[in-house]
């Protein structure tokens, strides 16, 4: 369900009852639009997300590190809430609007009251800390004056305004005159706090279907202040429901949307958990654009400078027309007298005549020399252009083997390393507010077959580490013929492997491909020095065709 306001009144009576009297000791602001107040309450740490993002307000468990330079709105709240006690949380009524009181000593060792106000307003969502006189002090996303609704410093904040109004109004009997028999629509129109699964389920509790809202307004009203008030005793029944083994919705309420329902002890569990695999996969999707668009800006560069690179072959190749004119000049030396073109007869072509242009300034045998110049000049330039299109072939299929990686690549840990190995091959650049994150430990993909480990990567990082760190030296070491691929590492652990086990090892390899599979001893494995994540070159192999499209 949205981030609704029953939901922000859920979350606000747990985080009063866990939050309330305790010591801010850190405020961290891990990206640009979430902000962490690490408080330590009652003899326990806790940890406040506030993210604008999702948009949401929950306790995490989630530890996320620093930027190594701060934001600029972090800075200000640790001047003026570390070391802070928090008086109360509220919520501004059927608002999705969080109010933080906080209680610290100022710059002069005076004690001041501050505000931090966190708006849960979709893409407008924004986190502003004042102080007791609601003046302003910083905000995390601040507007300018001609904006509908300015947040600035030292401006006074004002709460936002709709033309919606509470259900318990008295203007809402006369809005119930200009009811048209959308039950939803009507609510949803009329009256603050409702998402629409809050609407849905209200309705169905009070068992008021379409056209009847107006004549059983009060059951709806009493069934919604039942909500209300189960909500602020506690009585609620946090859930998420599941579609194809995916986390698809969260409620404060049974609603049974999905094929089933996991139910939580509290709201900020359910919240955690929820969001944090939203985030995970927008991070996954956002880190995935990112290697994506880089790679392919390599890849389209790389492929013109192919195409020019065969278009500068063509021209190599009409060398041989100046090594023959060269040689038909030679021959013919006694006959030729200087003028500006000549035509003898070609040996080579069943003595065709064939008519060579002359410099009028040179001899006969000058333009000889002349046209073997040109012919050893480009003969020297294809060597190096062939040398240079391999290189450039070998790059593409190494920028086309990422490409496959990062679309394959399921959890964060495994873009991570592909990023990792993007940056450290400069096809991606550093971002210059980037996190100090702690170097994660490389995920080993592992199986069993005939009582035999199989370990493989799935990419070029992964790859290095388990050919390279992991596998001994009379491991078996599988892969791909004449392509980018896995690396496959059948460990052997002192005995001969049995033929399903290779046959295994060998399927892994293929992923799902009919395809021929290279192995050997991973003795007989070498990088190269200076070459690329992933690549190798190996000797004393044998070859298994992979027939089933087995994928793995």
């Known amino acids: 369900m949205p981030y609704d306001s029953f939901t922000v009144k859920a979350a606000v009576t747990e985080l009063n009852q866990l939050l309330t009297g305790g010591k801010i000791n850190k405020v961290l602001q891990p990206e640009k639009d979430e902000v962490i107040l690490a408080v330590y309450n009652g003899g326990k740490n806790y940890k406040l997300l506030l993210n604008c993002g999702l948009p949401a307000a929950f306790i995490t468990q989630n530890i996320k590190q620093n930027p190594s330079t701060p934001y600029a709105f972090c800075m200000a709240m640790r ?83 709709n033309d919606r109004i509470s259900i318990d109004s008295a203007d809402a009997v006369q809005r119930l005159k200009n009811y048209t028999g959308e039950n939803l629509q009507f609510i949803l129109s009329n009256f603050m706090g409702f998402s629409l699964p809050t609407a849905e389920y209200i309705l169905k509790e009070s068992n008021i279907y379409s056209g009847e809202l107006a004549t059983k307004f009060n059951l709806f009203v009493n069934r919604t202040k039942e909500l209300e008030y189960n909500i602020n005793k506690g009585n609620i029944k946090p859930n998420i429901s599941w579609y194809n083994e995916k986390p698809l919705n969260f409620y404060i309420y049974p609603y049974n949307e999905g094929e089933k329902c996991t139910f939580y002890d509290d709201i900020n569990s359910c919240l955690d958990f929820y969001y944090n695999y939203l985030s995970n996969e927008k991070q996954i999707d956002n880190i995935k654009r990112t290697i994506l668009s880089a790679i392919k800006a390599h890849i389209k560069k790389t492929e013109k400078k192919i195409a020019a690179q065969k ?97 394959s690549a399921q959890v964060l840990t495994e873009l991570e390393e592909i990023k990792e190995e993007i940056i450290s091959q400069n096809i991606l650049s550093k971002t210059k507010n980037s996190t100090k994150k702690v170097k994660a430990e490389i995920v080993i993909n592992k199986t ?11 990419n070029n990082i992964q790859n290095d580490y388990i050919t390279f760190k ?36 060998a399927e892994i390899a293929a992923n799902g491909s009919r395809a021929e599979i290279d192995y050997t001893y991973k003795k007989y494995v070498k990088k190269p020095h200076g070459a690329k994540p992933g690549f190798v070159i190996y000797t004393n192999y044998k070859t298994i065709l992979i027939k089933q499209d087995n994928l793995t």
């Open 448 to 458: 069993e077959a005939d009582g035999f480990t199989i370990y493989w990567g799935k």
């Open 79 to 161: 001047k003026h809430l570390s070391g802070g006690t928090i008086l109360s949380i509220e919520q501004k009524p059927y608002e999705r609007v969080i109010i933080i009181n906080i209680e610290n000593l100022n710059e002069l060792y005076d004690t001041a009251k501050y505000k931090l106000i966190m708006e849960i307003m979709g893409r407008q969502s924004n986190i502003i800390l004042c102080n007791s006189q609601n003046k302003i002090i910083n905000a995390l996303k601040n507007t300018t004056f001609d904006s509908k609704r300015p947040i600035l410093i030292n401006l006074t904040y004002n709460f936002p305004q």
């Open 311 to 407: 278009e500068k072959l063509l021209e190599c190749n009409s060398g041989e027309n100046y090594r023959i004119s060269g040689e038909l000049i030679t021959a013919n030396l006694y006959k030729i007298k200087v003028s500006a073109d000549v035509t003898v007869e070609n040996y080579y072509d069943n003595n065709k005549p064939l008519r060579i242009k002359l410099d009028e300034n040179l001899s006969p045998s000058q333009n000889a020399q002349m046209y073997y110049k040109k012919y050893n000049k480009l003969k020297n330039a294809k060597i190096q252009v062939n040398k240079q299109l391999e290189i450039a072939e070998e790059y593409l299929s190494y920028l086309n083997s990422l490409i496959d990686y990062t679309q």
């Open 470 to 505: 992991l596998a001994k030296p009379y491991d078996l070491w599988f892969h791909i013929k004449s392509a980018h691929g896995r690396h496959v590492i059948l460990s052997a652990q002192g005995k001969e492997p049995t033929d399903n086990a290779i046959t295994a090892a």
